[in-house]
């Protein structure tokens, strides 16, 4: 445990999590800070998509506070900006570039970029289009907190001169996420907003085995599905579920299957939030694969890789109860050994402590 601190987050969005994966993903971070002794302020820029949606409009474990424009921002919030310890800025912040700038200019403690985004962030960085992050501020956060591992930690630090770069992946929550005991509604389900770079693996490993098993059941949850997608008639659609509603979901699907974007795979050691999740309700997972796979669960032991329609349908029509069973609880114990919020902020704790050994500077 480290000495408490002031936390300032300028976030994508904590109180809504409709249409994305940041809100669950802060609502873990945040919950196990505030346990573990910090101050945070979540400030979140209001916008109508969320706010016509927010599932948690007062988060209980921060002060959440919501700001118009760039302008208001400033005005109200130098004060915490420039008094914390701490100041992390998210991926897809609105006029994230300008929040940057004034970020570096104002912050006395540790400034931080948390990137729940990185190989998108990237490969807009290379084409110059990213509306977030200018690849010139990132030499002026002293952390990169990044979702993604492996070498692109140095390709950070190598390209891009981050003075520290370094993983702190996405986690769960144990309080939320855990084992519900339903009837299985379903066979195998989807969690996911829409992606077209997803679609393709969507299609190949959950509607094609769907069409070709018309007693199995199937499900896909998410917002921003095209309406010209085919659904067979086995497949439940299910436009949003709300958090508090996941494990119930898990709870009642007998396998639940993990979709990685393109850029995550090309990146490799990206996993998705969905996947901690779903594991920590002990529900098995199929999933695509992707370089590093094998560091968060284990193909075979912990989690099952499919690459085809084929394979799963033979996995939903073929592996034993018992084992089904075994697979969903390894994978649980994997999880809750090293991927909670409670981990996380530990990781967080430690590269901060790692940085005051020197004096930061901008």
């Known amino acids: 445990m480290s000495e ?8 994508l969005s904590i109180t ?4 994305n994966g940041h809100a669950t993903t802060y609502r873990a971070l945040v919950r196990q800070l505030t346990a573990r002794g910090h101050d945070v302020v979540f400030l979140e820029r209001d916008v109508p998509w969320y706010a016509d949606n927010r599932d948690l409009p007062r988060p209980p474990y921060c002060r959440t506070e919501l700001y ?8 109200r919030f130098a004060g915490d900006v420039r008094e914390a310890d701490l100041v992390i800025v998210g991926s897809f912040v609105p006029e994230g570039i300008a929040v940057g700038e004034w970020v570096v200019r104002t912050a006395l403690g540790v400034i931080a970029f948390y990137d729940i985004d990185t190989p998108v962030t990237l490969a807009r960085l290379a084409l110059g289009q990213n509306e977030y992050l200018s690849a010139e501020l990132i030499p002026r956060f002293h952390l990169y907190l990044s979702f993604t591992g492996g070498p692109t930690l140095e390709r950070l630090e190598r390209d891009y001169g981050s003075p520290a770069a370094r993983a702190l992946y996405c986690s769960v929550d144990p309080q939320i996420y855990r084992p519900v005991s339903l009837p299985t509604r379903w066979d195998l389900g989807y969690m996911g907003t829409y992606s077209a770079d997803r679609q393709p693996a969507l299609e190949r490993l959950l509607l094609e085995p769907a069409e070709h098993a018309a007693t199995l059941r199937f499900l896909v949850a998410g917002p921003q599905y095209p309406s010209g997608v085919r659904w067979p008639d086995n497949v439940t659609r299910l436009a949003h579920v709300e958090p508090s509603n996941h494990p119930s979901l898990y709870g009642a699907q007998r396998f639940t299957l993990n979709l990685t974007r393109a850029e995550m795979v090309a990146a490799g050691y990206s996993p998705s939030v ?3 999740e779903a594991a920590a309700c002990g529900t098995p997972i199929v999933s695509d694969y992707w370089e590093g796979l094998e560091t968060f669960l284990l193909p075979g032991h912990e989690i099952l890789v499919a690459r085809s329609g084929k394979d799963v349908r033979d996995i939903l029509r073929d592996m034993p109860e018992r084992e089904r069973l075994a697979l969903g609880e390894r994978a649980r114990d994997r999880v809750l050994a090293e991927h909670t919020s409670e981990h996380r902020v530990g990781q967080l704790e430690d590269y901060v402590a790692e940085l005051l050994t020197t004096e930061p500077s901008a």
């Open 274 to 276: 969905r996947l901690f």
């Open 4 to 11: 408490p601190m002031r936390i300032v987050i300028l976030g």
């Open 16 to 19: 809504s999590s409709w249409g």
């Open 68 to 75: 118009g424009d760039r302008r208001e921002l400033e005005r």
